[in-house]
């Protein structure tokens, strides 16, 4: 990294996944009809190359432009978004060529997506935030409708291009606002201009605050701003679902902690009670509509809501603590929701997903192998040891209970035994109900079955050792909050 | 780093559950291998108990042969596990009991062979991981891991409603012990709070000053998640449910161990980390205690279902065991454990020959059989032992803890003892009656004049059992003395803290009055 000028290091990451994106739209330009490439690997190389690049960059403290930081924080979520990516890639190779997806526009669509989050996780500055926010943006309302000729599809892309420009625009307006009072969209100086304020001088302050708030519970799907969580979901196919519900969810997290942490951290005593409402009630409402959902997908859907609930906790608890139990709770829930849409996507057929509860009936039967992987992700979604899940979650209970938040922690660990009741049912399913008709045999392909194995072995590495990875967690809020 | 003797005892059945899993069976035709590989795994397991036992210095009450790890130093969260006299007994009953239960799943289970025997022993892990755990942390870790393998065992090979009742047992469970999560980590932060360091270290916490209030609701959280896996009235519906449902292995295992989980629990958690609140509520757990005594012996009474009233009087002896407890006296707590030992003992063996009978005839009604003691006399003979076992009759294992169980609840309250009392009798009635139903009389049933009697694998299975119970019952000075010490402890903390507490008056926010007077 030395040979590279101090100035541009910190963009580095996102360089090495915007070549490769751009390497991948060459490829099918000059791919032949018919003609089979691994454009994927193309996306595995270059989000191999953000992984060095952030590794090299760690403690580095780095800063390009005065608007993209290359603190741990957002090396951290940078190297969970890399990992999502390469697991979204690896599955991928085998839904792209049974579904008839492009594969060309598809790796592409990824690797933008994933230059947003990776800016979006980086960026120190409200507009740079917006810009990144839209570049992920589009790129995932594309990828949610990519299989045209699936009305379902269709609808939840427009569902989610209409309700997400709408809350783009909620943050425009917050921004703008931002910068109406403190003139200034650099993190930093509207953190210095606000510390100095007091909110009886400053009434709008409120307003700006809410209306970011807006437009980040859009993008993390918080209650009551979740509406599009579960169509989108749902229509999209299933590997895309994955790495919406992990990617931007991360990303998003990572923007809104840095926001909130950092510039907005002097009104917390104002927006804490806020956000222990919109915890409360994604917690609650995402694992008991959870319960009533027959689709898997959608299920899921619910609770992925849940989980960002769990991740408001960390948030409102606000100490070091809590900090770091976002970003380890965003890094075990990011491999153990991608592992089970990744199950689920293999197991769909072209014309059919596939995704219905019945649709797992004994599954063991025929398939041990998957079942045991989703029993494990479905566990560790549930909470239970010795998997990621369960470190993570008793990771932000731990943050919620020392900042003296016993009533979020209660009905955080109450709603995660209702979620528990959920995730059983696809075991009943899977395991304890016999299927009607024989199951069609479906073949894995290596490169699936790899991602799938790398990332049981990581939910259980999460599970039993998690000591590294919490204490990288830890060093990366000791930079900057 | 070495392993000790206390690491070997759980990681040896991981490793045979790891081994088991190599073992490709697709069309079931190693089945015989599994099973042997199972109970030799097992086997070694109760080797490595003894072993441990062996070793052990019964004169100390510390615990021994500690091992410690630090496992996530940020929050002083260690590997940390021992034995003192009471977790070193129950860790030898889970060792002697899993064979036993490999034992009557080795013909009545004939689908999926491999996977239950992997979850049977990862089942025996986590059990006796629990139970050696000196690391909140840890033990939570266990307890709740636990869990999983006994979902898989009751939910795939369980009888006609397994479905409900694995997923009741769970969920039940986690609902109670995830309050105990919170309760835990409220620890650690009070503990954060005194010395500047977050600790999961059972014997730290032990030393820790709670404010009354605090051990209030943290008492209350532990006891819950106790309670439920006792199970305590009115905590208890599931547990018919669970060991109906349950294949035999499952429900041995169950009885013998699992609701041991409970009331050890009690032992070595909420009622010495919260002695105030523990002086507080005993009262009303005795009181719940004896109407389970009690109600659980109605209930057993008029059952149809021979597993039914098997479950229904654990529930009833799982009183007496809590009623020990609550007495906080030495006597009580001793026949506490000791009535944990022969309650897993005998409610084991009950759940093994009930088994037994319903592999054979595939039900499990009372009114199906009548006479069996012509078609089987050696199987019958074992029953009657075990039943007289079950109900207490001096000589054998039940009459030791619950005599001393009696004893300690007399020098506390004798009012609790009257309610007690009624409950032995009452077991008398509605064992020997189910007894006389099955057994005495003219064969009722043509289908069971031909009933074959013990074969070789049962009888591998019941001999133990009633060899044990009868050493038990004549020799319980070889496991009262090694728990002695343990026990004398763990009283002698309670009721140092409860003096303390009683001299200094100052007692702010209390709930009601948490400065009981205790005798």
Redesign the interface.
């Known amino acids: 990294m030395r040979s590279i000028p101090a100035a541009i290091q910190a963009i580095v990451p996102m360089l090495s996944v915007a070549l490769a994106a751009l390497a991948c739209m060459a490829a099918e330009a000059f791919r032949e009809k018919d003609e089979r490439m691994p454009i994927g690997g193309l996306g595995i190389v270059g989000l191999i190359g953000a992984a060095i690049s952030a590794a090299f960059l760690w403690n580095g403290n780095t800063a390009s432009f005065g608007v993209i930081s290359g603190d741990n924080f957002g090396l951290f979520v940078t190297l969970v978004l890399v990992a999502v990516g390469i697991l979204t890639i690896m599955f991928s190779s085998q839904v792209v060529d049974r579904d008839g997806i492009p594969a060309g526009e598809y790796y592409t669509l990824i690797l933008f997506a994933l230059v947003g989050m990776i800016m979006m996780a980086t960026a120190t500055d409200l507009l740079v935030i917006f810009i990144a926010l839209e570049i992920l943006s589009l790129a995932v309302y594309v990828l949610t409708g990519i299989r045209r000729e699936d009305a379902r599809a269709t609808e939840a892309a427009f569902k989610y291009f209409l309700l997400g420009a709408f809350s783009s625009a909620f943050f425009l307006y917050g921004i703008a606002f931002t910068f109406g009072l403190t003139g200034s969209t650099h993190l930093d100086r509207i953190g210095s201009y606000l510390a100095a304020q007091s909110l009886s001088d400053n009434p709008l302050i409120l307003v700006a605050l809410g209306l970011l708030l807006v437009g980040f519970a859009f993008k993390i799907s918080a209650v009551p701003f979740h509406m599009w969580t579960p169509d989108a979901y749902e229509g999209a196919p299933a590997i895309v679902t994955g790495f919406m519900s992990t990617g931007v969810k991360a990303a998003a997290f990572a923007a809104f902690a840095r926001v909130f942490l950092s510039s907005f951290e002097p009104f917390s005593a104002d927006w804490a009670p806020i956000v222990w409402v919109i915890a409360a009630a994604t917690m609650i409402l995402g694992t008991v509509v959870g319960v009533a959902q027959t689709n898997l997908k959608r299920m899921l859907a619910y609770s992925s809501i849940a989980h960002g609930g769990y991740l408001l906790v960390g948030l409102v608890a606000a100490n070091e603590v809590g900090k770091a139990a976002i970003l380890f709770y965003l890094a075990a829930y990011a491999i153990t929701n991608l592992a089970a849409f990744g199950v689920i996507a293999l197991l769909g057929a072209r014309d059919r997903a596939n995704d219905e509860l019945r649709d797992y009936a004994g599954l063991w039967y025929s398939h041990p192998g998957l079942s045991a992987l989703m029993t494990v992700c479905l566990l560790s979604l549930g909470g239970l040891p010795p998997t990621a899940g369960f470190i993570g979650k008793w990771y932000i209970f731990s943050a919620a209970v020392s900042a003296g938040y016993y009533g979020l922690a209660i009905i955080g660990v109450l709603t995660s035994v209702i979620s528990v009741f959920f995730y059983l049912r696809v075991v009943v399913m899977m395991y304890m109900q016999e299927r009607g008709t024989e199951a069609p045999r479906i073949h894995i392909n290596a490169v699936s079955m790899t991602a799938l194995t790398v990332a049981i072995v990581a939910i259980f590495y999460l599970g039993i050792l998690p000591t590294q990875v919490l204490n990288l967690a830890a060093q990366s809020i000791a930079t900057i909050f | 780093m070495a392993i000790g003797l206390l690491s070997i005892s759980w990681l040896l059945p991981v490793a045979g559950a790891a081994l088991l899993l190599f073992i490709g069976n697709a069309d079931g035709r190693r089945d015989r291998l599994i099973r042997w590989v199972t109970l030799i795994v097992s086997i070694a397991v109760f080797a490595v108990t003894l072993a441990m036992w062996a070793s052990f210095n019964a004169g100390s009450p510390e615990f021994q042969l500690v091992e410690r790890h630090p496992?996530?130093?940020?929050?002083g969260i260690d590997y940390y596990i021992g034995v003192d006299g009471i977790s070193l007994l129950l860790v030898v009953l889970t060792g002697f009991l899993t064979p036993i239960a490999v034992l009557s799943s080795w013909i009545s289970i004939e689908k999926k062979v491999k996977e239950f025997f992997i979850f049977l022993l990862l089942l025996e892990a986590a059990m006796i991981g629990v139970f050696l755990s000196l690391d909140l942390?840890l033990f939570?870790?266990?307890w709740?891991?636990m869990?999983?393998p006994m979902?898989?065992l009751i939910?795939?090979w369980g009888y006609d409603q397994?479905?409900y009742a694995?997923?009741k047992f769970?969920?039940y469970t986690?609902?109670g012990s995830?309050?105990m999560?919170?309760a835990i980590?409220?620890l650690?932060?009070l503990h954060?709070a005194a010395t500047g360091s977050y600790s999961f270290d059972l014997l730290k916490l032990y030393t820790l000053d709670i404010a009354p209030r605090t051990q209030f609701w943290f008492f209350l959280a532990f006891a819950v998640a106790f309670a439920i896996k006792v199970p305590l009235f009115p905590f208890h519906t599931w547990l018919p449910d669970a060991h109906v449902q349950a294949p035999t292995a499952g429900s041995v295992i169950l009885a013998g161990v699992l609701l041991k989980m409970g009331t050890y629990g009690f032992v070595r958690f909420a009622f010495p980390l919260f002695p105030l609140a523990a002086a507080y509520f005993a009262p009303w757990i005795a009181v719940l205690a004896v109407i389970g005594i009690i109600y659980g012996a109605l209930v057993a009474m008029v059952q149809p279902d021979m597993k039914k009233l098997v479950a229904y009087s654990s529930v009833s002896h799982l009183g007496f065991v809590v009623l020990g407890i609550c007495a906080m006296n030495v006597n009580g707590m001793q026949g506490a454990v000791y009535q944990m030992l022969a309650h897993g003992v005998s409610t084991g063996g009950l759940f093994l020959i009930v088994g037994m009978l319903s592999d054979r005839r595939h039900t499990r009604l009372i009114s199906e059989f009548g006479g069996l003691k012509t078609p089987m006399p050696r199987l019958t003979a074992a029953f009657m032992l075990i039943t007289l076992a079950s109900i207490g009759l001096p000589g054998l294992n039940g009459f030791i803890g619950e005599f001393l169980i009696m004893l300690g609840a007399f020098r506390w309250d004798p009012r609790y003892v009257v309610g007690a009392g009624l409950g032995v009798i009452l077991s008398a009635v509605y064992m020997l009656w189910m007894f006389q139903r099955v057994y005495y009389g003219k064969v009722t049933h043509s289908e069971n004049a031909t009933l074959p009697d013990l074969l070789p694998h049962e009888w591998g299975s019941v001999i133990p059992l009633c060899a044990i119970a009868v050493v038990m019952g004549v020799f319980p000075t070889i496991f009262l003395k090694p728990m002695e010490p343990a026990v004398t402890r763990v009283v002698e903390r309670m009721q140092n803290v409860q003096t303390l507490r009683v001299q200094n008056v100052n007692v702010p926010n209390v709930p009601n009055d948490l400065t009981v007077r205790r005798r």
């Open positions: 496992w996530i130093p940020a929050f942390f939570y870790v266990f709740d891991a869990l999983v979902y898989f939910g795939i397994r479905i694995a997923i769970m969920l986690m609902a995830v309050l999560l919170i980590l409220g650690a932060y954060n």
